[in-house]
């Protein structure tokens, strides 16, 4: 008997592919299916389905770690921001009174 490489259907057989044999006397084939126990044995799309899982779990932490910074990171600017503003307001009372006080001394001297 000599095996082709043809593979048959294994949607019946779930993940263990099926191979048809035929003699080489006969025309007629017979079928034969590989039996592996599901825990020994996986096919190569499992592993690439759970390789492509364990990849995108990696990036979603790096991701969510990254967003993570990046949140801090504007907080920080944001309160630099809005002390920058405090002191540019006081800063500005400061010298809107000033102006004042001079336009009030100016003012007297012109009388």
């Known amino acids: 008997m000599a095996v082709t490489g043809d593979e048959t259907e294994s949607a019946a057989t779930g993940d263990i592919p099926a191979y ?32 492509i899982t364990r990849k995108r779990e990696v990036r979603l ?7 993570r910074e990046c949140r801090r990171k504007k907080k920080e600017y944001v309160k630099c921001l809005e002390n920058r503003v ?9 010298l809107i009174e000033e102006l004042k ?4 001394i100016y003012c007297h001297k012109a009388e």
């Open 20 to 51: 048809q044999l035929r003699s080489p006397n006969s025309g007629l084939a017979q079928s034969i299916v590989m039996a592996a126990s599901p825990g020994n044995m996986q096919s190569p799309s499992s592993q690439h389905a759970e390789e």
């Open 61 to 67: 932490m790096k991701n969510r770690e990254a967003a």
């Open 86 to 94: 405090a002191v540019l307001e006081n800063q500005n009372k400061t």
């Open 101 to 104: 006080a001079l336009k009030d």
